[in-house]
């Protein structure tokens, strides 16, 4: 497979550690170019002792170039996306892989941590999960979808192990765009056939970074909510759920989310 890191968590690092982040001072600016030198030192070594390892320098052009830039150079059978200002328990690929290869899917969907930090030494532990589900049919993980979107399991990319080619296949990529993690994941699903489902949580994320992109006012904000609104009409309009009562409780997660985030 192929690894791609970026330095997202920088400004947070220099504003740790002179109280200016690289854009508010010289200082800082200086530090952080040493940082980055530093960072790329070390990934050429490591690519120069393991072959598996491919280091790409490139100017930041985003995370989905960056993504995308991984996609078109990966070899491996499955893809995964983690964020570099995130973690992972270590186990955590190797279970995703045997649960893929055991059911034959085309992605693999599990639990993970949101940690909220108020301070470097106080934060408050939350876990999401959902009841061990297993989708026997496209249908039938079509029709309880609804419950791992009520609880926040379907929207990001990094709780979950792609299939690399039923990506290639239908040519999948992330969209150059604000917030490009929502998309890609719907673009996924839409057809997608066989998807895996483990409760047990593995990935880390952070919030309360106050530079990180979930964190930052967005004066579109309240465009891309309605746009992702309708993003989530239209792909259950596309799966066209026959069960009243799953059909019901779908329509029903889609607008009392939109409420709660509008």
Request: aromatic share 14%; glycine share 4%.
């Amino acid at each position: 497979g192929t690894l791609s890191i970026g330095f997202i968590g920088l400004a947070e690092c220099l504003k740790a550690l002179t109280g200016k982040h690289h854009g508010e001072s010289e200082e800082s600016a200086k530090l952080g170019m040493k940082i980055i030198k530093h960072m790329r030192q070390k990934c050429d070594e490591y690519a120069q002792k393991d072959s598996r390892i491919k280091v790409i320098h490139q100017e930041n052009a985003g995370a989905p170039a960056a993504r995308n830039k991984a996609i078109d150079m990966a070899r491996g059978k499955y893809l995964y996306f983690m964020d570099s200002d995130d973690w992972a328990e270590l186990e955590m690929l190797e279970e995703m892989y045997e649960l893929a290869e055991k059911n034959e899917a085309e992605r693999v969907i599990t639990g993970f941590f949101i940690e909220t930090y108020y301070s470097d030494t106080e934060k408050y532990t939350q876990i999401q999960t959902e009841e061990a589900m297993e989708f026997a049919t496209q249908q039938d993980f079509r029709e309880n979808a609804y419950k791992l979107f009520d609880k926040n399991l379907l929207y990001s990319p990094w709780n979950k192990l792609y299939s690399a080619k039923y990506m290639s296949d239908n040519n999948l990529k992330f969209p150059q765009t604000w917030m490009d993690d929502f998309p890609f994941v719907l673009s996924f699903i839409r057809d997608v056939q066989k998807v895996v489902f483990s409760p047990k949580p593995y990935y880390h994320f952070m919030r309360a970074r106050a530079e990180s992109e979930t964190a930052k006012y967005k004066s579109t904000l309240y465009e891309k909510r309605e746009e992702e609104h309708q993003w989530m009409l239209d792909l259950y309009e596309h799966w066209d759920i026959k069960d009243e009562a799953k059909k019901a409780a779908a329509r029903e997660m889609i607008f009392r989310r939109y409420i709660e985030r509008i």
